[in-house]
């Protein structure tokens, strides 16, 4: 019999995607723009080979498939999604289901079921996370569409995703764009679980003095409490690496600019879009736009000097870190969940906020143990921001001490730490009951008389400088 599902695209993501799909037991045709590639991806399939169906045409593909085909996309995002939906669609049959698994813009995927809705074609838009590894062994997937497309695929869809206690990290967020949106928050959020592990290394390294090796062993030991998750895994992995052509320690001879596909900076814009502040996100993606003007930075500290200054253990110790570290990944995740608040309010999607946070504890790059609390703490309250939902309200009165230890003594050391600064003043402000916005009121009262507010029931919405 044929195949119900196709793939295009078998690049990195793609070729693990249909091996996973394969081997829980789906025959699936595949094609890829080189055929080449698709030769080489069927030799190299294995005991997988009779589930895999090849194919050296797009005509040949969509003929291999039983319709009502169901079709997933795995090409770069943006136009190259469009145009081969643009291929595919006079060759699909009515109710055939096109899929576009890709890291898309929501906006772009709403524009894509616009466009389903006049052609005879089903469309979903899901994101796909964990990476290579995720992909080809249980990835986190976040899908966008309508109620009956998600049944259509759901037992596949949830086959091949990874569990969190037996339960699939595979689930509906809601019509249009959601699943993108979803995904795109996550990868925020992602950027920004990255820095602030980045921000805790520099502190190490150029604060403390610490080889790559003892930062090593900080992670592994916190990957053993609060903070274990994938990310804190790897970065003891990777500071422990060495660097075969050199005998270096791996970190040492990587280059500082990190690269972006620019997922994270839509999160910052999207937030903005939605007059939610997300600072350490924002931050994050700063820091990598920084990071990646090297020769201003090396110009930098010709010019002005470093300002590096060592610290000692009487300034930072490994345990405050990780405390600052906790404070910091909850104050990032509150923000991110009060971001998905509004936009699904903003967007009428009732996202299912604390089975986002259950779709995210396994496969994704951001899963962590956290996680699966947040879950928990949503649950209870969903709209609620997670900084006041139990236990994070109390972790948080734990931890405030050490992460502005951190960024005191990361300040007075010259050590940029961006994120988790950025992460202090969000919280400060969320318990400041009188800021000096104040201050900004009066000052647009007197340059474009906007009026003002008052603490008292005096009746007088302009100030003295109006009469001048
Ligand atoms: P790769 O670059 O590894 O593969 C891209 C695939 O798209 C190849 O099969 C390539 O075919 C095909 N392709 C490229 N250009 C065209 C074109 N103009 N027309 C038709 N096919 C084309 O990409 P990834 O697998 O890494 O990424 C795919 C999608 O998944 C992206 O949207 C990415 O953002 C997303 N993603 C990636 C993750 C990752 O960790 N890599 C994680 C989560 C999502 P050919 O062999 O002919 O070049």
Redesign the pocket.
Known sequence: HKPEYGL???????AALALNIAEKGNKIAVY???TK?TDEFIAASGALRDQLVATASLKDFVAAIQAPRKIIL????GP?VD??IEALVPLLDADDLIID????HYADTNRRFKEAETAAYNFLGIG?????EG?RHGPSIMVGGAQSDWEAVAPVLRAISAKYEDTPCAEHMGAGGAGHYVKMVHNGIEYADMQMIAEAYAVFRDGLGWTSTQVAEAFEQWNTGPLASYLVEISGKVSRATDPVTGKAMLDVILDQAGQ?GTGRWTAIEAQMLGVPVPVIEAAVAARNLSAKRDTRIQGAERFGSPLQPLTSDDITPEMLEKALTAGKILCYAQGFEMLDAASRHFEWSLPMSNIARVWREGCIIRSDMLGDMAEALDKSSSQNLIFSAPFCDMLMDCESALRATVLAATKAGIPVPALAAGLSWFDTMRTARTPANMIQAQRDFFGAHGFKRLDDVDAPHGPWAAQ
Do not use: C, F, Y
Not at 128 to 132: F, H, L, P, R
């Open positions: 295009i695209g078998l690049g990195t993501m793609g890829n723009r080189t590639v795995m090409v770069p995002a190259i145009a081969q698994a890709g890291n898309a796909v996370s964990g990476g290579e992909a596909k």
